[in-house]
């Protein structure tokens, strides 16, 4: 045939150099996968692909659900790849406890995602490894421990907040209304205090603007372009999703600097107010000692912000919504909640020590967060260092997805897993009992770093709501019609959705 050259194009039009070296490729990942690298066998999985890896058999948009029937088929370590990167994916509570708890410090590193690796530069606590990450995880975690995580003062910041925050939802009198925005912005306002040392205002523009991107942000770190992204960022760094996160970035740090700014022109050494405050100081104590290599920079300093912020915004707004809309769905669990809670707290403030008297709330608080599932593939992982784990070699640098979802839905460890039920945290005397596969916040040395502090909010935020109103569907929607269907992200939130706030009587309670 004149003018076709046999010799550098294929029969599919592919040039055969290139041929060459996709099944150069291919070849290499089978003998990796078979071989284990030398040190052992490989985790099973599906077959590869060249280039795409197992990307044709996995859903980006529900990843960790595809992963979970791959789990069925090959086990509780398997191997994936997603496009050219290893993945060895941990399912099931055993397997993620004993990696994560039992080899601690061989699972416990990040793995920065090439989206994560440009909105923070390592630098904050969430997105770091190493002597910076250490430091910075200890300094938080003390500083959040000193201003009330856990601690009475927390549940003071938090109480003090619902009342403004229950007015507002009083103000629909009954009507229609979208639950994320007042809780995003109540929840948000506890980390604030801790944080900045001061809550803001419903309606302060640069907070509303601050938490809808952090809401906004989260959701497309999940999204199905920035998954491309991150497999491929040679190939679609031109996505809009990617420029929209990055300029998100910087309008957050313009932000978040001008707070550090109105801060440091208050800050007294003597009467430090919040986490920022003792930051600044600490950093001006290691300037003075001439310290070189302190971690306690002003790149790091925003980052943590940023990181505290945007956590502790997203992930307790996300669980009340769910809270909220699943008791909405099932009236005779919200009508049980009210029941426990009118009996043994009445119409006066909820306590933190009322928690051990409320077996059935502790118990619905605690089934809404497995059922929800909010962060069902935690937030990558990375091995520290090559580790046979369960028979299997895994490489150094290999990044690690402990599945939570096949923790919270193991059907080993929950009599119902998919069904929203309080009694898989009670006995049969109707005592709250504590669930080893409870793994909302993870485990081991990447578990959530304000674990007390959302415990606390979520226990005093949803017994106060149930306990001031009753949560209904909107008039003509029924309590079937409720879309339980999530939102796809870094975080599930629920779907769009409006409930109404019905005010009960207050008197009855008196007790």
Same mark, same amino acid.
């Given at each position: 045939m004149e003018g076709h050259d046999a010799s550098t194009a294929t029969?599919?039009?592919?040039? $055969? &150099?290139?041929a060459c070296a996709a099944a150069?490729?291919?070849?290499?990942?089978?003998?990796?996968?078979?071989g284990g690298g030398g040190g052992g066998k490989d985790p099973p999985g599906p077959r590869p692909l060249p280039l795409l890896g197992n990307l044709l058999q996995l859903d980006l948009k529900w990843m960790d659900r595809a992963l979970s029937q791959l789990s069925r088929q090959y086990g509780s370590v398997f191997t994936v790849y997603l496009g050219t990167r290893k993945v060895v994916v941990l399912a099931g509570y055993q397997a993620i406890k004993e990696a994560l708890v039992g080899h601690a410090q061989d699972f416990g590193d990040r793995h920065i995602t090439p989206i994560f690796e440009e909105m923070s530069g390592g630098h904050g606590i969430l997105f770091a490894n190493g002597d910076s990450w250490k430091e910075l995880r200890r300094f938080a975690l003390g500083t959040l421990r000193?201003? +009330?995580? +856990?601690?009475?003062?927390? =549940?003071? #910041?938090?109480?003090?907040?619902?009342r403004y925050l229950l007015p507002v939802l009083e103000a629909h009198q009954g009507r229609p209304f979208e639950t994320a925005s007042a809780l995003g912005r109540a929840a948000s306002n506890i980390i604030c205090s801790i944080v900045y040392g001061e809550r803001f205002d419903y309606a302060d523009p640069r907070f509303v603007t601050m938490v809808k991107r952090a809401n906004d942000n989260i959701r497309a770190a999940g999204s199905v372009q920035?998954?491309?992204?991150?497999?491929? &960022?040679?190939w679609?760094?031109?996505?809009k999703k990617r420029r929209l996160v990055l300029s998100s970035r910087d309008q957050n740090m313009e932000d978040i600097q001008e707070l550090l700014r109105q801060r440091k022109e208050n800050l007294d050494p003597e009467m430090c107010t919040g986490?920022?405050?003792?930051?600044?100081v600490r950093q001006q104590k290691e300037q003075e000692a001439g310290l070189e290599q302190s971690h306690f920079s002003e790149d790091n300093m925003k980052y943590v912000v940023a990181n505290l912020f945007a956590a502790g915004t997203d992930t307790t707004s996300t669980t009340l919504q769910w809270g909220l809309l699943l008791l909405a769905k099932y009236p005779q669990i919200q009508e049980r909640v009210h029941e426990e809670l009118s009996r043994v707290v009445g119409s006066r403030p909820v306590d933190v020590d009322d928690r051990k008297d409320l077996p059935y709330t502790n118990a619905a608080i605690h089934e809404v967060q497995r059922f929800a599932n909010i962060v069902p593939m935690a937030i990558l992982? =990375?091995?520290?260092?090559?580790?046979?784990?369960?028979?299997?070699?895994? =490489? #150094?640098?290999t990044v690690v997805i402990p599945l939570l979802s096949s923790a919270l839905y193991d059907e080993s460890q929950w009599a119902a897993p998919y069904t929203f039920d309080p009694s898989h945290f009670l006995d049969e005397e109707g005592n709250f009992v504590k669930r080893d596969a409870f793994l909302p916040f993870s485990a081991g040395r990447r578990v959530c770093l304000g674990e007390g502090l959302a415990r606390m909010e979520v226990f005093l935020f949803f017994s106060t709501l149930i306990q001031r109103f009753l949560f209904t569907p909107p008039p003509g929607t029924s309590e079937e019609e409720l879309d339980l269907k999530p939102l796809v992200g870094l975080t599930l939130n629920p779907s769009p959705h409006r409930l109404c $706030?019905? $005010?009960? =009587?207050?008197?009855n309670a008196e007790a």
């Open positions: 029969p599919w039009g592919v040039t $055969a &150099p290139l150069l490729f291919f070849l290499l990942l089978v003998s990796r996968r078979e000193d201003f +009330g995580m +856990g601690k009475r003062l927390a =549940q003071d #910041k938090i109480l003090e907040e619902c920035i998954q491309l992204y991150n497999m491929f &960022p040679r679609f760094g031109w996505l986490l920022v405050d003792c930051f600044m992982h =990375q091995t520290t260092r090559d580790v046979t784990f369960r028979n299997y070699f895994i =490489q #150094k640098g $706030a019905v $005010a009960r =009587q207050q008197n």
